[in-house]
């Protein structure tokens, strides 16, 4: 964990030096408690950045594929990282995502479930909603500004914890987890404007 926050703080100042970073409502992460972390995403900087932006440690499901690399695979389990099989349930990758957010910590997942080439806003997919359903916590919606290419100024806009307990105290369906998935989704369109 120190060596963590030792590359926290290096990259913070790379970013802010090289992209003019600016973060706005980091004080909407609650203080303590599992929270499920979501952002759009369209660059392969984007955990890094949403990892530095926020002020507690976050453990990002990234895409299994990203543990085959030996290059790569000390690096983003140093950066807290673990697996998801994004082509089918992986329910160990669900597991370990319920562990952490019951140990009080963060899980960082980019709902449209892979990087949009274009820059717009992807179909969710329920993951996210599902996850903060069945440990209780709430969803953290952060929306990336300026990511892509290798210039352009870097902005992060955290946005207030959505709080569902409403849908907790139930036992929701699909159609309940696709509505939370939207609506958080519109919530990150909502702080990119």
């Known amino acids: 964990m120190l060596l963590y926050r030792v590359l926290r703080v290096i990259i913070r100042w790379i970013l802010l030096i090289w992209r003019r970073w600016e973060v706005i409502?980091?004080?909407?992460?609650?203080?303590?408690?599992?929270?499920?972390?979501?952002?759009?995403?369209?660059?392969?900087?984007?955990?890094?950045?949403v990892g530095c932006a926020l002020t507690r440690p976050i453990h990002f499901m990234a895409k299994q594929e990203l543990f085959q690399i030996p290059i790569l695979v000390n690096i983003i389990k140093l950066l807290l990282a673990?697996?998801?099989?994004?082509?089918k349930s992986d329910r160990n990758a669900i597991r370990t995502a319920l562990k952490i957010l019951q140990e009080?910590?963060?899980?960082?997942?980019?709902?449209?479930?892979?990087r949009s080439k274009t820059g717009e806003l992807q179909k969710p997919h329920i993951g996210a909603a599902m996850l903060a359903i069945k440990a209780d916590v709430p969803i953290l919606p952060v929306a990336l500004k300026g990511t892509r290419g290798l210039f352009n100024k870097v902005t992060v806009v955290v946005g207030k914890p959505i709080y569902i307990p409403e849908i907790w105290s139930n036992r929701p369906?699909?159609?309940?987890?696709?509505?939370?998935?939207?609506r958080v989704m519109k919530e990150i369109a909502a702080l990119l404007k």
């Open 82 to 87: 673990f697996p998801v099989n994004r082509e």
């Open 173 to 182: 369906g699909k159609e309940e987890m696709e509505a939370l998935s939207e």
């Open 25 to 49: 409502g980091v004080n909407h992460l609650p203080v303590k408690g599992g929270v499920v972390v979501v952002s759009n995403h369209s660059s392969n900087l984007d955990p890094v950045v």
């Open 104 to 114: 009080g910590e963060l899980v960082g997942i980019f709902p449209e479930g892979t």
